[in-house]
């Protein structure tokens, strides 16, 4: 008797919830492929640069770029 009730509507929550999963898996991929891409360029630029530039400068800016992209660079403006 509940089954004929309960079923439909959790059929439906379900690929509510698995349409949900998906947008947010693909946000954090994006997001984290965007980070990835800052610390290979931040990598590139020591190299092309051979030390002149120093690691703590350069992944210093990334860390300001991932805080920004993240909106965690707020509170400190």
Known sequence: MYENILLP???LQK???MKTAMALG???LIMYTTLACYFWAGA???VFYKG???AK???SVIFVLMNGTMGAAGAAA
Do not use: H, M, P, T
């Open 9 to 11: 509507n959790l059929d």
């Open 15 to 17: 690929r509510a919830s």
């Open 26 to 28: 693909g946000n954090q």
């Open 44 to 46: 590139e630029i020591i």
């Open 52 to 54: 002149a530039i120093a």
């Open 57 to 59: 400068d350069v992944f």
